[in-house]
Nanobody, 123 residues
Framework: VQLQASGGGLVQAGGSLRLSCAAS????????MGWFRQAPGKEREFVAG????????GYADSVKGRFTISRDNAKNTVSLEMNSLKLDDTAVYYC?????????????????WGQGTLVTVSS
């Protein structure tokens, strides 16, 4: 599966952005999906994940209550709605697909990665 992330940009602290990830391939619905991010000088970290049916969802503690992950298997897309953005949310955001049907915090569980989209939160 090939992934294309979009929706990043510059936003003021407290603002909102919606990231989208478009997937190619007819088996998208069989993949668990995740969003990760990597800030300058830091390691890539888990942000949110969603199971193949959308029935199971998980978030990093740092974004819980502010971010919402969702998927539309009919459109082969997964989205990340980000609200109440903070300076610390500045990073390149990546969507990822796991051949296993759940979601996982470990990046090694994901075989396919999008190219990343930059989110910059300013004060």
């Amino acid at each position: 599966v090939q992934l294309q992330a979009s929706g990043g940009g510059l936003v003021q602290a407290g603002g909102s952005l919606r990231l989208s990830c478009a997937a190619s391939g007819r088996t998208f619905s069989r993949y668990g999906m995740g969003w990760f991010r990597q800030a300058p000088g830091k390691e890539r970290e888990f942000v949110a994940g969603i199971s193949w049916t959308g029935g199971s969802i998980g978030y990093a503690d740092s974004v819980k209550g502010r971010f919402t992950i969702s998927r539309d298997n009919a459109k082969n897309t997964v989205s990340l709605e980000m609200n109440s953005l903070k300076l610390d949310d500045t990073a390149v955001y990546y969507c990822a697909a796991s051949p296993r049907i759940g979601w996982y915090k470990e990046s090694r569980e994901y075989n396919f990665w999008g190219q990343g989209t930059l989110v910059t939160v300013s004060s």
